[in-house]
């Protein structure tokens, strides 16, 4: 499982870097909280006139959900066409990240620091029910989209799908048919894109 991602840059050092070549954004007067981050991750929307951004309640529960929140949102679920994901489909948001921990084997204290290669932030493809007025809530939650790790040494695990600078604003885009949304999601960073370090690794 996918649980812990890593937002130590400031909100507009995301925005920028996604929206430095394509028009106005709407300016993120959101405290730094590092511990909301688990619970209350940022998030990247296009809900309203310009691109802005929020802190999302992490997990979705629909109102006839009766399990616990769902934190992840499997793609195989989404290309089926899952009751629990597809009305969300049109309702697409990116999560910044400086990085993210991956478990790594069966051992559950086992797990290393990814980042991209460059140092740049990535933007994690990530679903939510939430609307602007509405509240953060489970029923208004957010839940990324993760895939299986093909690696047999972490079978059982997830890990986020990381889209390229492009493909986030392809899928945060309203317009962007949920088809064409579906492809960029199958179609993430290549494994060498990825730098792969020791889970003690902090960022400088």
């Known amino acids: 499982m996918c649980s812990t991602i890593v937002q130590k840059s400031g909100p507009m050092d ?11 954004t709407r300016q993120a007067s959101i405290a730094r909280d590092d511990d909301a981050i688990s619970a209350r991750p940022l998030a990247i929307h296009c809900f309203g006139d310009t691109p802005a951004m929020d802190r ?5 529960a629909p109102s006839w959900w009766k399990r616990r929140p769902v934190m992840n949102a499997r793609l195989a679920a989404l290309l089926r066409g899952s009751a629990v994901w597809r009305p969300l489909l049109g309702q697409r948001v990116l999560v910044p990240a400086d990085g993210w921990y991956q478990p790594i084997g069966a051992d559950p204290t086992a797990s290393r620091y990814i980042r991209s290669l460059d140092g740049k932030p990535i933007y994690i493809a990530a679903l939510t029910a939430w609307r602007p007025g509405n509240q953060h809530g489970e029923q208004d939650g ?8 093909a690696d047999a040494r972490s079978a059982g695990h997830v890990r986020p799908v990381v889209l390229p600078v492009q493909a986030a604003l392809a899928w945060v885009d309203p317009s962007t048919p949920i088809i064409n949304a579906l492809e960029l999601a199958c179609t993430p960073w290549m494994e060498s894109t990825f730098q792969w370090q020791p889970a003690t690794a902090t960022l400088q």
């Open 56 to 60: 999302f309640h992490w997990g979705y």
């Open 142 to 149: 957010l839940a990324i989209v993760t895939d299986d790790i």
């Open 14 to 24: 995301y925005m920028t870097a996604l929206f430095s070549n394509v028009g106005r």
